[in-house]
């Protein structure tokens, strides 16, 4: 009966650090709650080109089709963004940039931080390009 109790308690406490630990990572808008989950990739079906998002939630590195590491960025340092909505924002899209207005011809992969500040990455050079911010 006490192993019992015992367990009950250890998953408890343990499901009460989760939430307490997730709940810091979200950060609610008017629009809803955009959530930091990591690590995420994308792989560029065309090229086969691997983008992944540092834990840090603010690297992207593109990786070819064999692992060898072809780029790492930081966009949001690089493009001199300023923080907005939160003191560091961080990456929670990376996805096809198809069907985005305003996009230049060539490859690009489109990019979302919690802030709602978004752009593109190039796919060669990794330059961030900014589109804007909700």
Do not use: C
Not at 47 to 52: E, K, L, R, V
Request: hydrophobic share 40%; aromatic share 12%.
């Amino acid at each position: 009966m006490r192993r019992i109790s015992a367990l009950i308690f250890t998953l408890s406490f343990i499901t009460l650090l989760r939430a307490a630990s997730s709940a810091s990572d979200t950060v609610t808008y008017v629009n809803g709650a955009r959530e930091f989950k990591h690590p995420i990739s994308y792989k560029d079906k065309e090229s086969g080109i691997t983008f992944y998002v540092e834990s840090d939630g603010r690297h992207v590195a593109a990786l070819d089709s064999s692992g060898k590491i072809v780029w790492v960025h930081d966009p949001f340092v690089e493009a001199g963004l300023k923080p907005y909505r939160n003191e560091k924002p961080r990456i929670i899209f990376i996805g096809s940039s198809k069907g985005m207005k305003g996009i230049k011809p060539g490859r690009f992969l489109a990019v979302e931080f919690d802030s709602t500040q978004f752009g593109v990455m190039n796919f060669e050079s990794g330059r961030f390009e900014f589109h804007g911010q909700d």
